[in-house]
């Protein structure tokens, strides 16, 4: 079973930037993609940014130029350096790694992230 566990989220307020950890853990594996999802209530789960293992990243155009995802494989972990923080970035975080082979994704419990002023 895989793991995984937030931290970073927090009260900003516009303008200000926040780093998101996640770090997986439990059973060996090698994630193949890692990232982070965010929720508003009433709205689906949107992409925020993903990394493959070989470091090719996707960004949604509402944070592109604005956030920084990242990884270290040996260690499992992805962060997600937000900055330039927006109202519009008040959301629920999760943390998510996908698996290719057997194909299966796990999420994080979800860290919540509010732009305040």
């Known amino acids: 079973q895989v793991q995984l566990v937030e931290s970073g989220g927090g009260l900003v307020q516009p303008g200000g930037s926040l780093r998101l950890s996640c770090a997986a853990s439990?059973?060996?594996?090698?994630?193949?993609?890692m990232g982070w999802y965010r929720q508003v209530p009433g709205n689906q789960r949107e992409l925020v940014a993903t990394?493959?293992?070989?470091?090719?990243?996707n960004y949604a155009d509402v944070v592109k130029g604005r956030s920084t995802v990242s990884r270290d494989n040996g260690k499992r972990t992805v962060d997600l350096q937000m900055n330039s923080l927006k109202f519009e970035d008040t959301a629920v975080y999760y943390c998510?790694?996908?698996?290719?082979?057997?194909?299966?994704?796990?999420w994080g419990q979800g860290t919540q992230v509010t732009v305040y002023s």
């Open positions: 990394i493959t293992s070989r470091g090719a990243t």
């Open positions: 439990g059973s060996r594996f090698a994630p193949d993609v």
């Open positions: 998510y790694v996908r698996i290719d082979f057997p194909p299966r994704s796990y």
